[in-house]
């Protein structure tokens, strides 16, 4: 089965950047949609279909997808931005959604 | 205000079962396919099953392919998980979420806790 690689946690100074990967073999020909989950919260969708953005969601976030890594990219990283951030794809040869194990990211 | 809320969570004992249900509003809920996803304590995201917005096709997780059943009725814009011969590792936070245009799942439901435990 398709399997998704996520860092456990990624750290990051206010205002840094901080870039969480998202590893599969192959990713690049995939969609991968990203989402934020803060404590005790439903996930959220930040980025679909590897870079588009919902309504509300700041600029500040994007997403790039090439060869065998998805990125998330967060800029001017705030206090309001620390979440656990799950990758996701749809695998069509075993018709399953897969996510990644997730990224805690904190902000120092 | 588009929405979904989920209903149907509790304790129950291992080999039990449990129906969940999750209602949605604010939107054409028949134009959607929907997911069940769930959450372990601790844990990350786990899907469960997909249904499409006319019944089918319909996807399992191999985790609970033949113990748990996704529906749904249009009708009444709800969508089901009949989860039988239930087990302490199926204690979690179940979410139903709304499939996008791709894939996407869009729109998610606040989550209700099934607690698995004699």
């Known amino acids: 089965s398709y399997v998704l690689t996520q860092p456990p946690s990624v750290s990051v100074a206010p205002g840094q950047t901080a870039k969480i990967s998202c590893g599969g073999y192959?990713?690049?020909?995939?969609?991968v949609h990203w989402y934020q989950q803060k404590p005790g919260q439903a996930p959220v969708l930040v980025v679909y279909?590897?870079?588009a953005r919902p309504s509300g969601i700041p600029e500040r976030l994007s997403g790039s997808n090439s060869g065998n890594t998805a990125t998330l990219t967060i800029s001017g990283v705030e206090a309001g931005d620390e979440a656990d951030y799950y990758c996701h794809v749809w695998d069509r040869s075993s018709e399953h959604v897969v996510f990644g194990g997730g990224t805690k990211l904190t902000v120092l | 205000e588009v929405q979904l809320v989920e209903s149907g969570g509790g304790l129950v004992q291992p080999g039990g079962s449990l129906r969940l249900t999750c209602g949605g509003s604010g939107f054409t809920f028949s134009n959607h396919p929907m997911n069940w996803v769930r959450q372990a304590p601790g844990k990350g995201l786990e899907w469960l099953s997909y249904?499409?917005?006319?019944?089918?096709?319909?996807y399992y997780a191999d985790s609970v392919k033949g113990r748990f059943t996704i529906s749904r009725d249009n009708v009444k814009n709800s969508l089901y998980l009949q989860m039988n011969s239930l087990r302490a590792e199926d204690t979690a936070v179940y979410f139903c979420?709304?499939?996008?245009?791709?894939?996407?799942?869009?729109?998610w439901g606040q989550g209700t806790m099934v607690t698995v435990s004699s």
């Open positions: 192959n990713i690049g020909s995939k969609d």
């Open positions: 979420a709304r499939d996008g245009r791709n894939g996407y799942l869009d729109i």
């Open positions: 249904i499409h917005s006319g019944s089918a096709p319909i």
């Open positions: 279909e590897n870079r």
